[in-house]
């Protein structure tokens, strides 16, 4: 375990010492940090323009419009007009943004009211309309001398109120406060951050364990320390790496993150689930080291890789492969099935436990388990293929070949 | 003197190939002691089972001065044959790594180093990355970093491949020297005429198997006996016809007859028939260099010299 640190502590020393490693550490969080400018630049762009509405009324009650149009915040400006329907073609033709509306007896009684618009128009618009629908229809309704009674059961409409057998049971303590998506999103986020850093820094370790033998070094090492020792090291070594990237990316992010938007982000972050996702992360991180120490000490470099090295290269990114229907349905049986693979569950579980609002801990708990079982066998099968593997210079392993280790 | 290490009936396979067939013999304190064979004859293969690298399918190793049965890693030095160091690390870095892997006081072993590099002629290259230097400066470099801890045991596997000569001298004074101090040294090479100047005691070894194991002057006089070479064209059944000749080889003019062991050299001179046409004529030992060629050429020389000596 000694020997283990003493390599774990080169490892980091001589990477950190290595330019290309610092620049790549910064450059990482400008990366993003650049993108998320970048976005919000085009961002920018699509601010809603104010769009200009010409009303003409007939039935004198702009004014109850204009409130409406305040009361929603609408990003209207909005006039009165007194051009009649068939004169407005070259106004539409030559504006932009613009949109009339009438009002009358007529459309009202229909209940159906034109509106003409420009080529050009935001395109909130035609939802930001429908909220003056309400109102108006207060006044149809108003014009039929009901009670006040009659006026509210009319206008309460009829909704459905749907209670699942679970809701109905716990409804004695639902709670109505709605809480913010960003708050289960963050610590979400933060494990995935932490996952894919440390999972790319892992996959250092890979060339790490291929360049000791192309630099003909691992025997030199392996004077001084075992092959498990080595490897360990390695292993621990890349670790912290990998946190150190993170911890830059953070110091750059989080600042930003926080003057940017505007929600108690770090608060979101201090809670006790953050943790289990954090350790979710490791595991899968533990994993994927064993396997790329393995393979690394296989091949001689990246460039004669073979089918059998790529494939096993990409497995961390299965998982990505899986966004789609885990995030579409977080208890299917696709993210079900994917968090009980060892090699999807460490990302499937962050995006399901992300987007579940109640956490399914069985699941979690054989999830888990299967995770730690499958590290420790890889440890092992890694320590026996890095054993062999490392001291076999000029050629890259076969996989019948690498077979052959595991099983002695 | 002391036995450092004790190598007993090593056997190893690799696949359905033997690589060692029963390989023994010591190394003591303060010798040199040289493991000779021709190329892939399993040096390397035996010194890797002595580091721990490998593992023998059967016999044994023990290194005495310790107990417990793992390898006393601290007090080996190790210079494989496979030289490389990291290539983006200064010279300085790796050494201390090296060191600390060893568990050398730092403050010493950096001392250490800069004594070294400024023996190796390396002076004020400490800073300097691995990838900046040449190769026989690597090597150096390497080197230092096997005796830098100051091994009880030192093994080299062909210290001397891919060194100039004047770096060669430098090697070979520092080993001896250490030797002197009282390491344990067990090197590996093929280049005969260093071996031959420095070491004490040899094992060769051809086919994973031994063909020779004594010190220098013992395989001297057992298996280098005299021979005669002549220039000149003569019929080679007059050669052969010669008393106390073994073998007679020819090549162009000139013909090496092999003589026996117990070959008076001035009276054999004097049995030489008066018919032989002598151009040139010149009367030494089998050196060690002749010795191994026979051995990787698989002639039966020795197997002769050793048979008519049993």
Redesign the interface.
Known sequence: MR?SM??AK?EI??NL??KSFVIGLFLTPLLILGFGFLGSLFDSDDEPEETTVFVNDQLEIYDMLAETVAQYDLEWEIHQTKLAEDAIQDELENGENTAYIFLNEESMENGVIPVYTTDEIDSSFSTSVQLLANPLQQVRIAQLNLTDEEIAIISSGVVFEETSAEDYHASGEQSTIEENPLEKLVPGLFAGVILFAIVITGMMIFQSAS?EK????A????????PGELMNGKIIGYFVLGIIQVVVLLVFVIPFAVTKIDEPIIEYLLVPETLLLVLIAVLGYLLFAAIFVGIGATMADMSTSGNFQGLVMMLPFLSFALIGPVLGDPSGIIAKVASYIPFTSPGVLIMRLTVLEEWPWVEIAIAVAVLIVSILLFMKLAGKIFKVGI?M?GKNATPGEIWKWIRS | MEVMLTVDNLEKSFKDKKALKGISFEVRKGEIMAILGPNGAGKSTTI?NI????YPDSGSIKFHNHQGKEIP??K?G???E????????KVM?ILL??A???DYPQDKAKERILMYLKKFDLEGKEKVSIEELSKGMGQKV?FI??ILHEPELLILDEPFSGLDPVSQELFKEEIRSLADKGTAILLSSHQMNLVEEMCDRLFMIQNGQKVIYGTLDEVKTKYANFKCTIRGKNNLADLEAIPMVQRVEEKDETTVLYLDQAVNPTSWLKSLPDSINVQELKINRISLHEIFIDIATNKNLIQEAGDSNA
């Not at chain 1, 192309?214 to 070094?217: A, E, G, L, N, S």
Request: hydrophobic share 35%; proline share 2%.
């Open positions: 020997n003493k390599i080169w020393k001589r010492k290595n360049q192309k630099d003909k070094i025997e030199i090492i392996l004077s001084s320390v075992t001291l210079y | 890797r580091m721990g690298i490998m890693r601290n080996i190790y210079l494989p496979e030289r490389g160091l990291y290539k983006n690390v870095d790594y090296l600390d892997l060893k390497q970093g096997s």
